[in-house]
């Protein structure tokens, strides 16, 4: 069951219908959760534009750019890219896409994240979905879908399901505190999970054609 409410629908009422500046949407979730999937079902039926910003850094990397060595290097030396880097493509690719609706897949994965994004691009999110799947469905899910050594999957998983209590949880408290997240039921499937989440980017549809 998809939490949604009408405050959140006149979140985005308002939001879309008054702004100079692109809709953004912060779309987090635990591995597994399915929120790549859902994104460009969003994408597609809504007309947003489906920023991820692992894809933003690998092809950073694979280019010819000062910035991709760096990038490169930082990652070779297992170090974690810097927030700010992250954020100036982020930022760059939000003005390039000529859209004035965005998702942002994946990001801001701590808070360090989320205090860079606000401090450099200027604004905050208009809206977060938060993509909530038991553990037991997401090990399910990741197990199924790769190879390799079933122990040491479940312990990857494990250890990457408590990097996001650890890291991101936080992120999605203080938006929650701000009345701006958007908490979807990821069990079922794709097109189950995505009725859930229809409503509000239909709210957000009719407001943009009311506001042009």
Do not use: W
Not at 69 to 96: C, D, F, W, Y
Request: glycine content about 8%; charged content about 25%; some cysteine.
């Amino acid at each position: 069951m998809a939490f949604f409410t009408k405050g959140i629908a006149k979140l985005v009422t308002e939001a879309i219908s008054k702004r100079k500046t692109p809709f953004i949407t912060f779309v987090l979730g635990g591995p597994g959760s399915g929120k790549g999937t859902q994104c460009q079902k969003i994408a597609e039926v809504f007309n947003f534009e489906h920023i991820c910003a692992g894809d933003l850094l690998r092809e950073e990397m694979s280019s010819n750019s000062q910035n991709g060595a760096m990038i490169r290097s930082i990652i070779m030396e297992g170090r974690i890219v810097p927030s700010e880097i992250t954020v100036n493509l982020l930022k760059k690719q939000i003005h390039s896409s000529g859209n004035n609706k965005v998702l942002i897949d994946g990001f801001p994965r701590n808070e360090e994240n989320r205090i860079a994004f606000e401090r450099i691009v200027g604004v905050e999110p208009d809206l977060v979905l938060y993509f909530y799947c038991p553990e037991e469905e997401i090990v399910e899910r990741i197990l199924k879908r790769n190879q390799g050594r079933i122990d040491d999957n479940i312990d990857t998983i494990n250890k990457r399901l408590e990097s996001f209590k650890k890291l991101s949880l936080p992120v999605i408290d203080h938006y929650t505190a701000e009345g701006k997240v958007y908490k979807i039921n990821a069990v079922g499937s794709v097109d189950e999970v995505f009725q859930r989440i229809r409503p509000v980017f239909t709210s957000l549809r009719y407001a943009t054609i009311m506001s042009a």
